[in-house]
């Protein structure tokens, strides 16, 4: 079946630092998504990406389709404490009520 | 903006019991989905809907499990006689054409004994 692999599974950076996660895939996806779910909370969307190569912000999160749509890159700049939770990738294959397929996700922490 | 709301946030059962998730999915999403978390590992489809019609579903997805959307707001998760292995949290999902990203609702965890 479909799997995305994200590593490490577990990431510990200090306030104020970037940090860079991936996500890679054996499969192609026609949309990949990002999620954060914090604890006793569902996944939120963070990002979606549609395009191969497309580089995409959302205020300090930067992310990348890349080329063969087959992995993506997830940035988070001058991470603050709230950034600590869960960062999951997901791909959607296309058609109609696709679903998603989730990386094991890789669990931030931020020391201030 | 609007969210994805499930009840209840919390439910513990007996094994074997009958237990019922509810979902209300956002008002102008056609498609609903459920997903199961267990504890510490990545999250896993089981069930799509579309148009009060199953339009896919998982290995996980079996006989004990059912999907139903008794009125125009709700979206529900039954399993028939639950296991310790059901112990998960549940996530309800929608999104508007199919295509479009998923929103999930915060979770029931259910805790099977």
């Known amino acids: 079946g479909q799997q995305l692999n994200q590593s490490p599974q577990s990431m510990f950076i200090q306030e104020g630092e970037d940090v860079s996660m991936n996500c890679t895939s054996s499969?192609?996806?026609?949309?990949w998504l990002w999620y954060k779910q914090e604890p006793g909370e569902g996944p939120v969307l963070l990002i979606a990406l549609y395009k191969a190569g497309e580089l995409t912000s959302n205020g300090r999160l930067t992310a990348q389709f890349g080329i063969t749509r087959k992995d993506s890159f997830l940035n988070i700049s001058a991470s603050i404490p709230s950034d600590v939770g869960i960062y999951f990738c997901?791909?959607?294959?296309?058609?109609?009520?696709?679903?998603?397929?989730f990386g094991k996700g890789i669990t931030l922490s931020v020391r201030p | 903006e609007p969210e994805v709301t499930q009840t209840p946030s919390h439910q513990v059962t007996q094994m074997g019991q009958e237990v019922i998730l509810r979902c209300v999915p956002i008002?102008?999403?056609?498609?609903f989905y459920w997903y199961r978390q267990i504890l510490g590992q990545k999250v896993e489809f089981l069930v799509s809907f579309y148009n009060n019609e199953i339009s896919e579903k998982s290995e996980i997805f079996d006989d004990q499990f059912s999907v139903e959307r008794p009125d125009g707001s709700n979206f529900t998760l039954k399993i028939r006689s639950t296991k310790l292995e059901d112990s998960a949290m549940y996530f309800c999902?929608?999104?508007?054409?199919?295509?479009?990203?998923?929103?999930f609702g915060n979770g029931t965890r259910l805790t099977v004994t």
């Open positions: 997901a791909g959607q294959t296309a058609g109609a009520n696709s679903k998603l397929t």
């Open positions: 999902a929608s999104n508007r054409d199919g295509n479009s990203p998923l929103h």
């Open positions: 008002s102008n999403h056609l498609y």
């Open positions: 499969s192609i996806f026609n949309t």
